[in-house]
């Protein structure tokens, strides 16, 4: 029903259709920030409506902050656009309101899952003796069950494990974890490297999961907005941007709660500015049109990651000049891009576009039976002072020609980085089901 209630209701662009309306149902929890009602019309969706309240300290400090409902749909929305647009599995359908947005229905798992680039915070207070600063790499991932009444305890793997947490059908196991631990991470990373791109440094971040109640997969479930996270302009704490303002006040004033929303305002209108959509491109050179086969399913992998392809057919021994002047063509159109050479037989392609441009290159020579090992050597073996690179799968041409992309769009990376993930989880539910089988 996910699926039909975004048909229903949303446009091809995500945005609301005009017109249209759903009748929320029975709330379904209610918590410190927002509330959960139930989507009758649609079995296995729910419109999670954010307040106009802050809170801190397990609730001991909490005011309410006309306008922040609004300001957080905002910010959580265009995260998740970004976010379920590189791949990450997450419960987010559409913000259909200012202050609501529509989700899958899940069952929470009651762990908070906490991501640290840099020590600060609570964090020393909790390891007494290291300097506020130090960075960690690879990120430090720290977890705390959900309990007011205790302060959100630490929890350690084993303890989660221990728990046999029940969410839906599902009793949360080591492989669960894992699968958890593995997201927290990446979601971090792709907002770090995002946030980066405006000159902002993602100091930690929280997040929860949940179990899908319609596939009974684990995806994010959680609004992540300036209550999330702590956020330095410049990687200057001083120009903190997030609810560290609210919990260092020592008292809470009209002016002070008027800087946090400000601060929030602004972090809101700067998400917009996140990864924005880069143009850059592919373009596949094959020596002649016989390899187009060979050629189209490079094509067809780089759609997977909506990469532009393009494909031109030219011979570096039978038209030099012509293929010179198609590189130049490329060169002048001041678009990041790789070419991939495809030439079977003695690959003069590849080294001769690589010998006259500073683009990258890659060999994906489309290798015969009959001399394989000879017809790659044409392309492993160099000028002095040429760098291009060879693979011998389109997949591979692909995905290595998507890597250098990646490098200066923030988009491309974080599918990338998601790649990598989903690679893991293959192989991470083959041994599952070998296990059970």
């Keep these: 029903m996910a699926c ?5 209701l949303y446009n091809a662009d995500g945005s609301p259709k005009a017109g249209k309306d759903v009748t929320l149902g029975d709330v379904l929890i209610e918590g410190k920030t ?25 609730g001991a400090r909490a005011h309410d902050m006309e306008g922040k409902a609004v300001i957080s749909n905002s910010t959580n929305s265009s995260l998740m656009k970004i976010l379920n647009d590189a791949g990450i599995p997450t419960h987010f359908l559409g913000k259909w309101s200012d202050n609501i947005f ?6 929470m798992v009651p762990i908070e899952w906490v991501t640290r680039r840099v020590a600060t915070g609570s964090f020393l207070k909790r390891n007494p003796g290291v300097t506020e600063g130090h960075r960690f790499s690879p990120v430090k991932l720290e977890t705390f069950y959900k ?13 989660i494990i221990s728990a046999k947490i029940q969410c839906g059908d599902k009793v949360i196991g080591p492989d669960d974890v894992d699968i958890m631990e593995k997201m927290t991470v990446l979601i971090f990373e792709i907002l770090e490297k995002a946030w980066t791109g405006v000159n902002c440094a993602l100091i930690d971040m929280k997040i929860e999961f949940g179990v899908s109640a319609g596939t009974g997969d684990i995806v994010l479930a959680d609004i992540i907005d300036s209550d999330s996270w702590r956020l330095w302009p410049s990687g200057d704490k001083r120009l903190m941007v997030d609810k560290q303002v609210y ?3 020592a008292e809470v004033t009209k002016d002070g709660m008027e800087t946090v929303k400000r601060n929030f305002q602004w972090v809101a209108e700067k998400v917009k500015e996140i990864m924005p959509k880069k ?12 390899d187009m086969a060979f050629c189209q399913k490079i094509q067809t992998y780089l759609e997977k990651l909506h990469l532009p392809c393009s494909m031109r057919v030219t011979s570096a021994h039978k038209c030099t000049e012509s293929t010179l002047k198609l590189l130049a063509e490329y060169e002048g159109q001041g678009i990041p891009t790789v070419i991939i050479a495809v030439a079977g037989r003695s690959n003069g392609l590849g080294p001769v576009l690589a010998g ?3 683009l990258p290159v890659i060999n994906c020579p489309p290798l015969s039976s009959n001399w394989e090992q000879e017809d790659l050597w044409s392309s492993l073996r160099l000028p002095s002072g040429l760098g291009c690179s060879t693979v011998i799968f389109p997949e ?3 995905i290595h020609a998507a890597q250098i992309l990646a490098l200066s769009n923030e988009r491309l990376w974080a599918k990338m980085r998601v790649l990598t993930f989903k690679n893991w989880l293959g192989v991470k539910k083959s041994d599952m089901s070998s296990r059970i089988c």
């Design 279 to 290: 143009v850059c491109q592919v373009v596949v050179f094959m020596g002649s049109a016989s």
């Design 34 to 58: 927002k509330i959960v009602y139930d989507l009758p019309s649609y079995k296995g969706c729910v419109a999670i409506k954010s307040k106009d309240r802050i809170t801190c300290g397990d």
């Design 247 to 249: 919990r260092d006040m």
């Design 4 to 8: 039909q209630l975004v048909h229903d």
């Design 102 to 107: 529509h989700a899958h229905r899940c069952y």
């Design 147 to 159: 309990d007011d009444a205790n302060h959100d305890p630490q929890w350690s793997r084993e303890q």
């Design 356 to 358: 006259n441009t500073n």
């Design 396 to 398: 591979a041409a692909a």
